[in-house]
């Protein structure tokens, strides 16, 4: 071989064979004889062939849905299958109707699959999906899908999974996926809704109608925490029968207001779901927004299944009426690293509300947090943990000052405030599993409002070597006539401190009271020595 020069970049045989060359192995290597020619019998071998030189087949819009042929002189060419044969049925379903064109029980497969839904796979586009779906349909997650930008639903949209259905969460806005039906209008002018009502009157074109749903809001001010904040009066209505400027709504009125405005929108009615999602995306520190909202919902049913990556301001969010669903919810923080406000990994306002599951690695795992709108008759079925490291002062779950009549059952494990309550008015029957913390924290908080009708019973508190309260009692507010709060029939182990006393707010000559009896077990002290007043 001549070895390249200044005239020539390469490696000249003169003519001469090259022999024992080595089968090539990286792109750019020689090849020999045997591999091109052992190469070409194999593909020649797979091959339709003709002796003859013939034209290349037409490009695929030409070829859909029809069959190969060949012409007078031998050119390929491609006609429609006939009528009625194999090869037509076979073609026709294959077509994206094909299943239209089956029949079963009076109907088509078609017919049967849009009444499933509308399946969603992996690669396919689920916004799209979500966004375009009508009132009643139901979309189909199947295996892991990928969700990139965030969705708006309008609409009553069911959503479901199966093949171990996950939505995986990446995208760069705040929140995920928000059921949110458009404003139709606001109502400026005043409303009275007098206490125990299912009706009111409104004025001339009002312009509501059956279905709609009436988010209320008012200036009366029921309470003020101890940071000025104020929780102003307020509720959920919907319409169930409009005569005149009489309008009917469920539920009844809580207590009772003049509106200062009445948001307008339809009700997303009769929705049940099956839904997992997932924040893939890797936390920043910075709090994002929710990972599934759905507001103005009525007879809502169903599973969820939430893991955020502690970014997450809120996990599931749910408003309306008669909503009873399941849940476990886990990594709400508002900012990877912290714990912040809110980082509720459930968030629920309305009424006549039923939540079961469970969960951790949250702010407050369920909370009822509003401050403009009123709820009421909601219970929390949970089983639940306070994670390590979450801050002492704050509790697994709770409902703030603007909640009447709210139950906490289940159980909550962890250190600090267990169960935190600003309404005075929680039922709370729960098995504690507590850690010590000598005597600073308790098992139940109670702030804000005066307990005047709450009752913590058929409790059992446990941890052998765990020093802590067994209710946290703050006078923080004014007192209200006829306050009570009734613990009963408890059962405690370990050294339980059965009361702390506090006046955060320093009220001046505090009074407490409370019904204590038919408590058994263990216990260290009836209250703590430097009850104040």
């Known amino acids: 071989l001549r070895k390249p020069s200044s005239i020539a970049n390469w490696y000249d045989a003169l003519n001469n064979y090259i022999r024992n060359l080595r089968d090539p192995r990286d792109p750019q290597d020689a090849a020999t004889k045997n591999y091109v020619d052992t190469l070409a019998s194999g593909n020649l071998s797979r091959t339709l062939r ?60 078609g017919q049967y699959l849009d009444g499933v839904g509308k399946m969603v796979f992996p690669g396919d586009d689920l916004k799209a999906a979500l966004e375009s779906a009508n009132n009643g349909d139901t979309v189909i997650v199947s295996g892991d899908v990928t969700l990139n930008q965030s969705v708006i639903v309008q609409n009553a949209v069911q959503l479901k999974r199966v093949n171990g259905g996950r939505i995986l ?57 101890l940071s000025g904040r104020n929780y102003t009066r307020g509720q ?39 839904v997992e999602i997932v924040t893939t995306k890797a936390p920043t520190g910075t709090a994002t927004g929710v990972l599934l909202d759905i507001r103005c919902a009525r007879d809502l049913t169903g ?14 969010a749910v408003t309306g009426h008669n909503n009873h669903f399941d849940v476990d919810v886990w990594g709400i923080t508002s900012g990877y690293g912290q714990v912040s406000v809110p980082g509720y990994g459930v968030n629920v306002v309305g009424t006549d509300m039923r939540i079961t599951g469970s969960g951790g690695r949250c702010r407050h795992v369920y909370e009822i947090p509003s401050g403009n709108v009123l709820s009421a008759n909601i ?18 779950a709770g409902a703030h000052a603007n909640a009447v ?47 005047y009708a709450a009752k913590v019973h058929n409790c059992r508190a446990f941890g052998d070597n765990a020093r802590k309260n067994f209710v946290y009692y703050d006078c923080s507010s004014t007192i209200k006539n006829g306050a009570t709060l009734a613990i009963e029939n408890n059962i405690f182990r370990g ?39």
């Open 303 to 316: 599973k969820f299944r939430i893991k955020g990556n502690e970014d997450e301001q809120y996990g599931l």
């Open 379 to 396: 219970e929390f079925d949970m089983h639940v943990v306070k994670s390590a490291n979450t801050p002492l002062f704050l509790y697994a």
């Open 169 to 225: 969460w990446n995208g760069p806005g705040i929140n995920c996926i928000r059921y949110n039906p458009p404003t139709k209008k606001i109502i400026t002018t005043p409303v009275q809704f007098l206490q125990g009502y299912n009706s009111a009157t409104f004025p001339d074109g009002h312009g509501l109608v059956v279905g709609d749903c009436l988010e209320a809001h008012s200036t009366s001010v029921r309470f003020t925490d």
């Open 405 to 451: 009549g709210w139950k906490a059952r289940g159980s909550v494990s962890g250190s600090g405030y267990l169960i935190g309550d600003r309404t005075g008015t929680a039922d709370i029957s729960m098995d504690f599993f507590r850690v010590d913390d000598g005597y600073e924290y308790a098992d139940v908080y109670f702030g804000d409002i005066h307990p």
């Open 495 to 533: 050294p339980v401190r059965i009361l702390q006393f506090k006046n955060n707010a320093s009220v001046t000559n505090p009074t407490y009271t409370a019904i204590i009896r038919n408590n058994t077990g263990q216990a260290v002290a009836f209250t703590n020595r430097d009850m104040p007043g």
């Open 236 to 274: 959920f209505f919907f319409v169930e029968s409009v005569s005149g400027n009489t309008v009917v709504f469920t539920p009844g009125v809580i207590e009772g207001f003049t509106s200062s405005e009445i948001i307008v929108t339809n009700s997303l009615r009769g929705m049940d779901f099956d």
């Open 50 to 109: 003709v002796p003859e030189p013939i034209p290349q087949l037409p490009d695929a819009a030409t070829r859909a849905n029809k069959m190969p042929a060949f012409d007078s002189a031998g050119n390929p060419i491609v006609v429609l299958p006939p009528s009625g044969s194999a090869s037509d049925v076979l073609i026709e379903l294959a077509k994206p109707t094909g299943s239209t064109l089956i029949g079963h029980k009076g109907h088509t497969v």
